[in-house]
């Protein structure tokens, strides 16, 4: 089987236009697939500079492989089946700034460059009072940023040529207003030049973003197949679904140098990203941690079975469409639309998500994905939604269950356990509705919410969640 290399197949040099801060599968099968699909079908002609975060990471893989890896992307799109594999050249040059930071900070006085891209995980974009400027590398993303920006605008001066656009795709709320405000700290803590601060507020722009597509990486257990029928060794394919929404709160200057809202992808530029995030969590998570309890009662083990199975499945759109969909709001977008991709989402046969890992902490899982659509839904129409109230009356048996291991934090496994030697359903719900530091509230005290769980806690206990269903 041939090695993938530039010697081994047709490709071409790129400027390098974009720095990358992240090699993993979600940037590959994200960010670098917009550019790579932008490349193929416009002239905008973008290399990728990947830069590794962490001293341990994939750069040698990268290197080794001369940035090229194919992506597998499979779903369902218009109900037709979607199964490609696909080449990506736009990977130009992957550096590890921990053994080679002259190569890292050469970028910085690259005209070319006009974007930066991340995913640093979460946990990323932090602020670390106890980090220094001196000649090392800064402990954080943020402060390895700072370092190369203050190349640049050492570089530039404040001129056109040193602009550049920030687009944090890390699963934080505010992600570039938070990591703005990182590097301004590190601009105090460093005692770096006003020059410099006046240069960050005005030619260096941050978007805020909502990224959306199902990456589940490497495909170990289907890697022989694949590599038969692309005809390559190649260690860095990535898989991930069909379905991609990438929500960008950006200015003039990025929408110019990123347009790909332009060319047909599901990417939109908007004045706030809030309502968007609100419909994500909403529709895509609040639906999977609503099915996870009465999926995993039923007898059932993944998201494709769940949506599928005539009951459950059931249960599934009628919570979407008539219950979640009732509390959102865009202006003129219809939250329909995003539904119905999300079911199509769940049938994907290519992705077998598993219930169980979605169950990990379903408890502060259903406080921020569920329960404010339920609040929401009850001042909206005077009722509860039954069948999201119903999913919660499920999660507390579930919780119950010894079939189940269950993770999440230690204090909420030990409550459960406590109340499993009471039969009484009263008391148990109640226990559980009061509980505030699960909530953040008392649940018992919210009209009619006591009544109904119990009611639907006393039915599945008394026959099964299938009987319970065919009365919802």
Known sequence: ??????????????????????????????????????????????????????????????????????????????GEL???????????????????????????????????????????????????????????????????????????GNTPESEIGVVPCELVESNGDKLKKCIQQYAELWQLDMEFKKWIETKVHFANTLVDRIVPGYPKEEIDVITERIGFADNLV????????????????????????????????????????????????????????????SGIETVK???????VGTFVQKAIFEEIVNTINIPGEDPTVFAEQVLTRFKNPFIRHELMSISLNSISKWKVRVLPTVLDYLAKNGELPKRLTFSLACLIKLYLSDNFQLKD???????????????????????????VDFWGQDLSKVSG????????????????????????
Request: proline share 3%; with cysteine; glycine share 4%.
């Open 409 to 435: 934090d230690e204090s909420v496994l030990s409550f459960f356990v406590k109340l499993k030697s009471s039969t009484d359903a009263d008391f148990i719900v109640n226990a559980t509705l009061s509980n």
């Open 305 to 311: 079975d769940t949506v599928e199975d005539d009951l």
């Open 82 to 156: 979607v199964d490609e594999a696909r080449l990506n050249n736009c990977i130009q040059k992957a550096i590890n700034p921990f053994t080679d930071p002259n190569s890292y900070y050469e970028l910085a006085s690259s005209p070319d460059l006009k974007l930066i891209f991340s995913n640093t995980t979460e946990a990323g974009i932090v602020f670390d009072e106890n980090d220094k400027l001196g000649d090392s590398l800064a402990n954080t993303f943020p402060g390895k940023l700072v370092q190369f920006l203050k190349k640049r605008f050492e570089s530039f």
């Open 1 to 78: 089987m041939k090695k993938l290399s530039r010697n081994t197949t047709a490709t071409i040099q790129l400027p390098i236009k974009i720095l990358q801060y992240g090699e993993g599968n979600f940037l590959r099968a994200f960010v670098d697939w917009f550019v790579d699909s932008l490349n193929e079908k416009t002239d905008y002609q973008a290399g990728v500079a990947v830069i590794q975060p962490i001293d341990r990471g994939m750069v040698d893989m990268i290197t080794a492989q001369d940035g090229l890896f194919h992506h597998m992307i499979q779903g369902i799109e218009n």
């Open 449 to 472: 919410m006591s009544d109904l769980v119990t009611t639907y806690f006393k039915a599945i206990s008394a026959s099964s969640v299938s009987a319970t269903l065919d009365t919802l």
């Open 238 to 297: 990535v898989k991930s679904e069909s379905f991609h929404l990438f929500v960008i709160e950006g200015d003039e200057f990025i929408q110019n140098h990123f347009p790909a809202h332009k060319h047909g992808f599901n990417v939109k530029y908007v004045e706030s990203i809030t309502p968007y995030r609100t419909q994500k969590v909403r529709i895509l998570n609040g639906a999977h941690t609503s099915m996870v309890p009465v999926g995993l009662l």
